[in-house]
């Protein structure tokens, strides 16, 4: 009797009985299914993560001003002292590994081109602003030093916007007015898609600094050299965490911290803010894998009592395999296969509806669809192991039979 | 497979050794705190090439001891030695072999497999055959044929008639060429016609040499047999040899 021959045996008692294995199998299904669904989510939202922190810029620092409190009560991020030129040029001199440094001024304006009028934000930016970010043009060239001096009246536009006012027309060398001010689009940047926080992000236009501080975003409020916030970038090869203390201390300084204070300004580490939102992730995959470990331990409990199931109800089969010549490990081996093979038919369906939702859940959240094979390798063993597992009672309880006994029964 | 040897056994002058030899076997089942004597010193010969009936009341022990002469089960005193070999010294394992090779069963509800064709039921026995045979459905096939369904390979038992389906059961027993073949109230579920057939084919296959033994409470069957043996209160009471009177008439 070859494991061959025990498993045609087991296919004919299973189709025998379609509709009570499927049933049965259903925690099985379950489980497996739950594993695809868990991996495809953790690898795609995770790589999802992975997108959205290169997006935000990789190696960057985010500077802002603190709170200030007037009276007992915040006023909010941004409202103390504000960062201004002379910070750039400090941390730029001062802090080891900054390999380019930007503020941004964030205001909003409309833009308008022939008959296109569109609002947007409208930021005032250093040149090193895109290469801090990770953001290079698509068309059109970049900022060079020479577009930050003096009043060039020079923009890059992002995506959306070339998109809104342009249409299907090349923006690189049009006249744009923005806030009525006349500007050349030198360059249109390339797509970003939407932050971690669900913005636009190429709904901006991007100015230089000193302009956009002059003319577009609101001059009585702005100060002759205010930066807004500040954004660096690190070398890679320097630590973070160090770069990121080394700035509070210079920040510090140059603001009169004293020590005990609290600091009147922030600086953000975004990757890290991202890597919290993983983490909640992967608490989620580890709901999902203990739902998994479940059913299919319940699963088995299932397939274990179909089993019993079944050598009561073949009993007479199993007394007459006997009398033929079967030995022990013979009914054994063929009730073992059938559990087997009843779990590998419910991870076999389980894969189908774990691929099914993955794909689901993938494309309305817009994750890339990730499905591992070896995952769907490793399920499959699972199930067959909790096949072998939880077949194995049943089994030794027909191989256990007396054959007389078992030739009498009804 | 040719028994020829065991066969002639019968008809030569000097007595050869049994093919089953029982010496002061007893049974005793214990059913709940009463132990029960099925079986009480039974002391029993048969040769190669014979054709016995046992009969007997129910509780008379005939079961038993078909149990016993299949390898179905060991005796709980005395020497039991069927084709040599002495079943209690035998493990589960080479019970299962004995009753694969020796021995083929004939039941009274002929136990065939449900959604399984002629052919494969004959095959069973092959697929716990070791080795397993060069051509398990050719053999399967002459055997079928060889019981006049040749025809009937593809049916499956509840297209069979019942006489058919005992006929399916006969050539399952014999498909691995047993040297005994062992039938519990075989024309038990057939009405008298197919009773008769069925017992003309047992004749016959004694003719070609294989011994048969026939556990049966009916005298008509029983005269089919060469030796009728009595069973009554786990004792043997009567043990007569007729010249087959039936057997010769069949021929």
């Given at each position: ?81 504000p960062?201004?030129?002379g ?35 409208a930021s ?16 059109g ?32 060398g049009?006249q ?16 970003k ?64 911290v004293r ?40 699963g ?71 499905l ?29 039979l ?9 | 497979?040719?028994?020829?040897g ?9 007595p ?5 030899r ?49 390898a179905?089960?060991v005796?709980?005193?005395g ?39 002629a052919?494969?039921?004959v ?44 006929r ?37 296959l004694?003719?070609?040499g ?19 043996i ?22």
């Amino acid at each position: 009797m070859t494991v061959l021959d025990s498993l045609a045996i087991a296919l004919t008692a299973l189709r025998a009985n379609l509709m009570r294995s499927v049933l049965t199998t259903l925690g099985i299904i379950i489980g497996v299914a739950s594993v695809v669904v868990l991996v495809a989510v953790g690898t795609g939202a995770s790589s999802d993560v992975n997108r959205k922190i290169n997006a935000l810029g990789t190696n960057m620092l985010v500077i802002s001003s603190g709170t200030r409190n007037v009276g007992g009560r915040s006023s909010g991020a941004g409202t103390d002292v504000p960062l201004a030129e002379g910070d750039i040029r400090a941390i730029r001199e001062k802090i080891n590994g900054v390999t380019a440094i930007s503020g941004l001024l964030s205001g909003s304006a409309a833009v308008t081109y022939g008959s296109a009028n569109w609002v947007t934000s409208a930021s005032g930016v250093h040149a090193d602003y895109p290469t801090v970010r990770d953001w290079p043009v698509a068309s059109g060239r970049p900022f060079e030093a020479a577009d930050m001096r003096g009043s060039s009246k020079v923009a890059l536009i992002g995506a959306t916007v070339a998109k809104e006012v342009f249409g299907a027309e090349d923006p690189v060398g049009a006249q744009i007015r923005v806030k009525g001010v006349p500007f050349k689009v030198i360059g249109v940047l390339s797509a970003k898609g939407q932050s971690a926080f669900g913005r636009d992000q190429d709904d901006i236009v991007l100015l230089p600094m000193a302009v956009a501080r002059g003319r577009i975003v609101g001059k009585s409020q702005v100060q002759n050299d205010q930066v807004g916030s500040i954004y660096v970038k690190i070398d890679p090869a320097i630590s973070l965490a160090e770069a990121q203390e080394e700035i509070e201390d210079l920040m510090r300084q140059r603001r009169h911290v004293r020590g005990g204070e609290e600091d009147n300004f922030y600086v953000r580490n975004m990757a890290e803010f991202m890597k919290a939102r993983t983490e909640v992730l992967s608490t989620l995959s580890y709901l999902l894998a203990a739902t998994s470990a479940i059913s299919l331990i319940v699963g088995g409990i299932g397939i274990m009592n179909i089993m019993l199931v079944s050598v009561t109800e073949r009993t007479r089969e199993i007394g007459l395999r006997m009398a033929v010549g079967g030995r022990r490990r013979d009914i054994l081996l063929q009730f073992l296969v059938e559990a087997v093979a009843l779990c590998l038919l419910g991870g076999l369906i389980g894969i189908v509806v774990g691929v099914a939702a993955a794909t689901i859940i993938a494309t309305s959240a817009e994750w890339p669809v990730l499905l591992s094979p070896s995952v769907m390798a490793l399920a499959m063993a699972a199930a067959a192991a909790t096949g072998i597992f939880f077949g194995f009672f049943p089994a030794r309880r027909a191989a256990g039979l007396s054959p007389i006994d078992a030739l009498r029964s009804e | 497979m040719k028994r020829s040897g065991d066969a002639h056994g019968t008809s030569g002058a000097a007595p050869p050794t049994p093919l089953i030899r029982a010496r002061g076997v007893s049974k005793i089942y214990t059913m709940g705190e009463q132990p029960v004597k099925a079986l009480d010193d039974v002391s029993l010969d048969v040769a190669a090439g014979d054709f016995v009936a046992i009969m007997g009341p129910s509780g008379s022990g005939k079961s038993t001891m078909m149990n016993l002469i299949g390898a179905l089960d060991v005796p709980t005193a005395g020497g039991l030695e069927i084709d040599g070999r002495d079943i209690a010294q035998l493990s589960s394992d080479e019970l299962a072999e004995l009753r694969n090779r020796t021995i083929g069963f004939v039941f009274q509800q002929f136990n065939l497999l449900a959604r399984t064709p002629a052919l494969r039921q004959v095959m069973l026995p092959l697929t716990y055959a070791r080795p397993r045979p060069a051509d398990p459905e050719a053999t399967a096939r002459r055997r079928l044929a060889e019981v006049g369904l040749a025809e009937r390979a593809g049916h499956l038992p509840s297209q069979l008639s019942g006489g058919q389906q005992q006929r399916v059961a006969i050539a399952r027993a014999l498909v691995n060429g047993p040297k005994i073949l062992l039938a519990d109230e075989p024309t038990g579920a057939l009405d008298t016609t197919t009773s008769e057939e069925i017992m003309r084919l047992f004749t016959r296959l004694n003719a070609g040499g294989i011994t048969v033994i026939v556990v049966t409470h009916e005298p008509e069957i029983a005269a089919f047999a060469r030796r009728r043996i009595l069973f009554r209160d786990g004792h043997i009471v009567e043990d007569a040899t007729t010249e087959g009177r039936r057997a010769e008439a069949a021929e």
